[in-house]
């Protein structure tokens, strides 16, 4: 079945720096990307996704790139605050209609 | 605005006690509905969805079962806890077709058997 492999598993970067989260699939039909943040104790939100049809996508500090020959999409966010925090998970679309996470990054983000 | 609600927050269960969750959803019609279950290091792995009133599929088989009585409503059940059972549920819906779209989750339930 599809797979999803996301590194790193933790990431600790200083306030203000970048972090970079990247993930690979295995299933060449997945044409839906996204991207999760999961806060301590709550359920995890949408912050950016992307389709097969386009190769990057940003939204202010957030920006997603898709590689679909490679197979691999990537996180990036800018200019990292505190509150930015959390674990975030990728997630690829299966061909039997559902969503195949990673297992997740837990980033740090220090003051 | 479409909403999810998913209770209890938190339930500390012993061995071979039942189980059940409730997940309900607002203000949207016929969503695709999922269970999902967190364990430390594991990320999400997809238990169940559903694409319609009595429709469940189930991706991993095990000691839980669902149901969806209603077609804003999804119920995971247990008739036996095993240890092997605790974790962070979460429910979630998304509209148009499974795994296509967005997927709105609940705030969870932090399931102890013990």
């Known amino acids: 079945g599809e797979n999803v492999e996301q590194h790193p598993s933790t990431l600790s970067v200083q306030e203000g720096d970048s972090a970079v989260i990247k993930c690979t699939y295995s299933d060449s039909a997945s044409n839906y990307f996204p991207w999760y943040k999961q806060e301590l104790g709550k359920g995890p939100q949408l912050i950016i996704d992307?389709?097969?049809?386009?190769g990057e996508k940003k939204d202010q500090r957030i920006a997603v790139t898709l590689n679909k020959t490679a197979k691999h999409f990537s996180l990036h966010i800018t200019e990292t605050q505190p509150e930015d925090s959390a674990v975030y998970f990728c997630?690829?679309?299966?061909?039997?209609?559902?969503?195949?996470f990673g297992k997740g990054t837990k980033l740090s983000v220090k003051p | 605005s479409q909403t999810i609600h998913q209770w209890p927050a938190t339930l500390v269960q012993p061995v071979g006690s039942p189980l059940s969750l409730e997940c309900t959803v607002e203000g949207t019609s016929n969503p695709n509905l999922y269970w999902y279950r967190q364990a430390a290091g594991r990320g999400l792995q997809l238990l169940f969805y559903s694409v319609g009133i009595g429709q469940i599929s189930s991706e991993v088989p095990q000691n839980l079962s669902a149901s969806r009585p209603q077609d804003r409503q999804f119920i995971l059940s247990s008739k036996k806890l095993l240890l092997s059972d605790s974790g962070f549920y979460l429910c979630a819906w998304s509209a148009g077709q499974p795994g296509d779209t967005e997927a709105f989750f609940g705030q969870g339930t932090r399931l102890t058997v013990v």
């Open positions: 992307i389709r097969s049809n386009v």
């Open positions: 997630a690829a679309s299966s061909n039997q209609g559902n969503l195949i």
